[in-house]
């Protein structure tokens, strides 16, 4: 496997940091399949790619669905011959106090925060063994560090991803690679989720210094670039104007 046209599948890449990612990988030679439950997005993604020189194919998905997140990882082998890197980027960020009990989007934040990226792991990494390597790739937060108001369970998923990655990490030293990006505020639809008025009033303010997607990108094709050898395990990247 050389370390330039490698065959990478992201989830949640419709819009945001992962088509973003999508643009920016294609742009450097990889083969992209993307996934997620808004096909009109990532048809209109794929042939922009296309347009742009670049190979792309797209496949719905959702990763709350085990068997789902199986066959997306079977279409990338089917369709490309291999998979290279696997980009967990799917996430939801329904912020609200605890109080509040919005115990639903709880369950949202776990089944597609954690679950997703457990989801993305099972599906992907005996391939990846079969293969003699690989790579994943998962997008946590600055939330995966710290908590802040609001943000207990969205932090505790984040938390929990940083764990699992560690994890991995530390059980395939040899033949997988494992990256943990964890972005501070970004643009993105993900405080478009946000139902809680205090919670959307404190993120409004927040956002104000938001990185542009194309920055957690750059951090993405950074770590997927570096030659077989060279694992970068964690990446943080916040706006210079911010101090969470």
Not at 3 to 13: E, F, H, L, R, S
Not at 110 to 131: F, T
Not at 222 to 227: D, G, I, L, R
Request: with cysteine.
């Amino acid at each position: 496997m050389t370390d330039a046209g490698k065959v990478v599948a992201i989830t949640g890449a419709s819009s945001g940091i992962g088509e973003a990612t999508a643009r920016r990988l294609a742009a450097d030679g990889h083969r992209v399949l993307l996934g997620a439950r808004r096909t009109d997005r990532l048809d209109t993604l794929v042939r922009e790619i296309d347009a742009a020189g670049g190979t792309a194919a797209f496949r719905r998905l959702d990763v709350t669905d085990a068997a789902d997140v199986a066959a997306f990882v079977s279409a990338a082998r089917e369709r490309y011959g291999r998979l290279d890197v696997v980009v967990n980027n799917a996430g939801v960020m329904p912020l609200s106090p605890l109080a509040a009990l919005r115990t639903d989007e709880w369950d949202r934040m776990i089944d597609v925060n954690v679950r997703g990226v457990l989801h993305g792991i099972a599906a992907a990494l005996p391939l990846m063994r079969l293969q003699g390597g690989g790579h994943f790739v998962t997008i946590a937060s600055v939330g995966a560090y710290e908590v802040s108001p609001t943000a207990a369970v969205y932090c505790a998923t984040k938390f929990a991803v940083r764990a699992i990655s560690e994890g991995l990490r530390q059980e395939s030293a040899g033949d997988i690679r494992v990256t943990l990006v964890s972005p501070g505020v970004t643009e993105s639809e993900l405080a478009d989720g946000i139902g809680d008025p205090v919670a959307r009033e404190a993120m409004a303010a927040y956002r104000a210094v938001a990185l542009p997607a194309d920055a957690i990108a750059q951090a993405i094709a950074y770590a997927v670039s570096q030659p077989s050898g060279v694992d970068v395990n964690e990446i943080v990247v916040r706006p210079a104007a911010s101090a969470q």
